[in-house]
């Protein structure tokens, strides 16, 4: 329900009816293509970036723009409006408590256990990567743990519905911004500086791939099992039927003892076998 008036008439003046359609529509739009509960989000700026689009795709309404794209669920226009309703905001090392529980506990503990299995395949799927900053820093502490000169074949997946954001992840080149806490010797020994940015350094690129995939598709092509799924910062923006199903999903993705890693402000509201370890860390049952 709209609650606050909002300013609508960036192209033609609207009625107060069809400023509450324009709403409705947009909701469901934000629902059905990316599971997000709209009401979660600030209305005000997200319709003056639509407003934007309106006069760029030179429609005459924010009400005849979205209709466009319910009827047209394959158009380009799709990527802007999708930017528009994401957040992309990441950066490297974020939520620097769990990624040193992570790094410190359960890094060793894959290890250990895959060590007594006698496998050397480790799999980790950074899912809502955005432009990849997670996923890298994922890269970084594994190179450190497992990688040369031991034969760990270690890979990560890195997903996003963003093709965008994904573009720049494979570029893997950041700001000195985003690479704000990642320490001098890190910095360092996986980075190349290019101009004023740096560049990931290629052995910590080859071990991850890039893919589009939403969570609320139907199924994931993905065949694999994953030691450890990193799943931050998504679903707080989703509605509770999308949280609990992408949920729910990712666990038949886990290998028996692996982690779902979730934001600091995001819970499991049904934590059916998960096992709550600290810093938002679930691990599934060892079986
Ligand atoms: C705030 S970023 C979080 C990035 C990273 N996980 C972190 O915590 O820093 C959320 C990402 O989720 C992606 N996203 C939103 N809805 C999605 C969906 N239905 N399927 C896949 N990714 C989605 C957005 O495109 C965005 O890049």
New binding site residues.
């Given amino acids: 329900m709209l609650t606050t008036p909002l300013n609508l008439d960036l192209v033609a003046p609207q009625t107060a009816s069809s400023h509450q359609e324009a709403f409705d529509l947009l909701a469901r739009l934000a629902e059905n293509r ?3 509960d709209f009401h979660k989000r600030r209305h005000d700026r997200l319709f003056l970036m639509i407003g934007k689009r309106v006069k760029a795709t030179f429609k005459n309404s924010i009400l005849d723009y979205l209709s466009f794209l319910e009827t047209n669920p394959n158009h380009p226009e799709w990527v802007e409006i999708e930017q528009i309703l ?6 490297f090392f ?1 939520e620097s408590s769990q990624m040193k529980f992570f790094e410190e506990t359960i890094l060793p503990e894959i290890k250990h256990r895959k060590s007594k299995e006698r496998d050397s395949k480790v799999r980790a799927w ?5 432009t990849g ?2 996923a890298y820093t994922l890269s970084i502490l594994f190179h450190q743990r497992f990688l040369p000169p031991t034969d760990w074949d270690v890979r990560i997946l890195a ?4 093709q965008n ?1 994904l573009e720049i992840g494979q570029i893997a080149e950041y700001t000195e911004k985003s690479l704000q806490n990642v320490s001098k010797e890190n910095r360092l020994s996986y980075f190349e500086k290019i101009g004023q940015n740096y560049c990931v350094i290629e052995p910590l690129k080859k071990m991850i791939q890039f893919r589009k ?4 598709s139907d199924s994931y092509p993905i065949k694999t099992k994953f030691s450890v799924i ?1 799943c ?3 679903l707080i923006y989703m509605t509770p039927f999308w949280q609990s199903t992408i949920v729910n999903r990712l666990r038949n993705y886990l290998e028996p003892g692996g982690y779902l890693l979730l ?1 600091h402000s995001e819970y499991l509201a049904d934590k059916k076998d998960f096992q709550l370890t600290k810093f938002n860390a679930f691990q599934s049952p060892i079986s």
């Fill in positions: 990316l599971g997000m994401t957040i992309q905001k990441t950066e974020r950074s899912c809502g990567c955005s900053e997670e997903s996003d519905v963003h954001a995939i939403n969570l609320i990193f931050r910062n998504l934001g």
